[in-house]
């Protein structure tokens, strides 16, 4: 746009005569739109390009997390993979026998028979069972354990308290490096003791429980374990109530 302004010139002291003059004067609008015309312009070409970054480098982050994701499952199911097969070539090595005992047969034992091949009753990768005793295929880790389960009459005749029955069971070792017999586990339990503190005993009243026994040893190739019982009269050999087994770790 453009200005114009009235000047009033002088010619002279006796005469005066008024002259108009017409002067330019330019507008300093217009240079501001157009300058903010262009910084505008500049912001939004700014901001497509900063979007255009963002999105992209978001989506290469969900890329990649959805890569390192399917790795990370990949390596877990290797992992556990690894592992099972691990625990289970190590654990081929196990046995697991079932007690019997006989009171009432031609030879009276003194001791706690195990069996093999019956009931639950197995043994592989190496172990034997030889004179009622577990032989140890190679040195290594291995978990011990053993159950004797008890039926005790806590009644005697004419219906009297029998008292305290003492129940133990042990497990012993024999090893070559030891030279002698040792006790790996061991434990003594009384029965009929809340009987008898109560005082009251009613007809074929009974006390059940079971001596459970487990543990994790190094043991030697050769190495013998057995077990030793008392009350075998007593005991409950039904399946899966009285046993005896090792297996590898």
């Known amino acids: 746009m453009v200005g114009y302004s009235d000047v009033d010139v002088e010619c002279g002291p006796e005469e005066r005569q008024r002259t ?26 700014f901001g497509l390009l900063f979007f255009t970054w963002t999105w992209r480098r978001s989506s290469d982050m969900m890329v990649r997390s959805a890569d390192s994701a399917k790795s990370d499952v990949f390596c877990s199911s290797s992992d556990l993979h690894l592992t099972l097969s691990q625990i289970g070539n190590r654990a081929t090595a196990a046995i697991h026998l079932e007690g019997s005992y006989d009171e009432e047969g031609e030879i009276q034992n003194e001791q706690l028979e195990w069996r093999n091949g019956e ?16 032989v140890i295929p190679e040195s290594g880790l291995y978990f011990v354990y053993s159950q004797a389960s008890y039926r005790v ?57 079971a001596i459970y026994l487990g543990a994790v040893f190094q043991l030697n190739k050769d190495d013998e374990l057995w077990t030793e019982t008392t009350q075998l009269s007593q005991l409950d050999t039904d399946e899966g109530k009285t046993f005896f087994g090792v297996f590898a770790l």
């Not at 507008?27 to 912001?43: P, T």
């Not at 009753?121 to 577990?134: E, M, P, S, T, V």
């Open 20 to 45: 108009v003059v017409m002067v330019e004067r330019s507008s300093s609008s217009g240079w501001i739109w157009k300058a903010s015309l262009v910084l505008v312009l500049v912001l939004l070409c």
């Open 119 to 134: 009931g639950q009753a197995f043994a592989q990768g190496g172990f034997q069972l030889k004179n009622n005793r577990i």
């Open 153 to 209: 009459s806590c009644s005697g005749e004419g219906g009297a308290s029998k008292g305290f029955t003492s129940l133990s069971h042990r497990i012993w070792r024999h090893s070559d490096s030891v030279g002698n017999k040792v006790t790996l586990m061991s434990a003594v339990r009384s029965a009929c003791q809340s009987l008898a503190q109560d005082h009251v005993l009613r007809d074929n009243q009974g006390w059940y429980n």
